[in-house]
């Protein structure tokens, strides 16, 4: 199997097994990004490894897990915020634990763990958030997050091989340009103009504030997630995607953006 056809049969399942668990009710979609939440922290932690560190790699991924778990089940209406109290405590055991781990470097151990979770987890967690209001869940704005985000993707890709000369950001990624940059987002401003007439629980200008952080965050947090495996001389942050690399590869500019969108939702909604 040739590598084009490889990459199809991936993106192919990879869109129709994320949109369909996020489109069949609340409990697929948390069950899918609890899986990928945990996925990704241990991919997190599996590439700190390469870079000399020795992150606590079940304490952390089980502490992202119960991260995501518990907001999952607020917002599902099990419970109420209260019970993400819980998240504290087993955050500091992570100092505790690595006073019996006699590792040469521990308090470097305890920031990687500490940012896996920060790092991969929370943004996951929010997730949570965008696609409930008062206990409802409500799919569509999700759908229009990732169709912005892959439009800005597929956009600045297209624009950038037919057109790119000048580099974006050459420190960390000599492929991508500003003409395709460019090309990603006044073809997401396209989709989020469509969108705002298909999604009227937020207003157009709402939609146009998202589409600008989805972007310019999420160009900016592929970036980042480039920095990171460019530290460390890895090409792809895992191979679970075949063809396409692994979690952070595949979710890095959502990472990044999903705190931006969640704080601007939530600032417009109390200000409003």
């Known amino acids: ?47 700190s490894e390469k870079g000399d560190n020795k992150p606590q790699k079940i304490v952390g991924t089980i502490a992202g897990a119960v991260l995501f778990a518990s907001n999952a089940i607020v917002c599902m209406g099990f419970f109420d915020a209260r019970i993400l109290v819980i ?17 040469a470097d521990p308090f470097r151990n305890i920031a990687f763990t500490l940012l896996g979770i920060l790092y991969v987890a929370l943004p996951f967690s929010l997730l949570n958030y965008i696609t409930t209001t008062n206990q409802t ?13 892959w439009c800005n993707d597929s956009g600045a890709y297209i624009v950038g091989s037919a057109l790119g000369k000048n580099k974006l950001f050459l420190r ?48 900016l947090g592929d970036l980042v ?27 890095d500019s959502l990472i990044m953006s999903a705190p931006f969108v969640f704080a ?3 600032l417009a909604k109390m200000f409003c």
């Open 1 to 47: 199997m040739n590598n084009f056809v490889k990459r199809t049969l991936t993106a192919t399942v990879f869109v129709a097994v994320l949109l369909g668990c996020t489109f069949w009710n609340q409990y697929s979609f948390s069950a899918l990004f609890f899986v990928i939440t945990v996925l990704g922290v241990w991919e997190f932690y599996t590439l």
């Open 87 to 103: 998240n504290i405590p087993i955050i500091f055991l992570i100092f505790i634990i690595e006073l019996y781990l006699k590792a």
């Open 137 to 149: 869940y409500d799919y569509q704005l999700l759908f229009g997050f990732f169709f912005i985000l």
């Open 172 to 219: 960390v990624s000599p492929g991508k340009t500003w003409e395709g940059s460019i090309g990603g987002g006044i073809v997401s401003y396209g989709v989020a103009f469509i969108i705002s007439g298909w999604y009227t629980n937020i207003s157009r200008i709402d939609w146009m504030v998202i589409a600008t952080i989805l972007i310019v965050i999420g160009t």
């Open 225 to 251: 997630e480039s920095l990171f495996k460019r530290s460390i001389n890895v090409k792809d942050s895992g191979n679970i995607l075949p063809g396409h690399g692994g979690i952070l590869d595949r979710f």
């Open 264 to 266: 601007y939702l939530y």
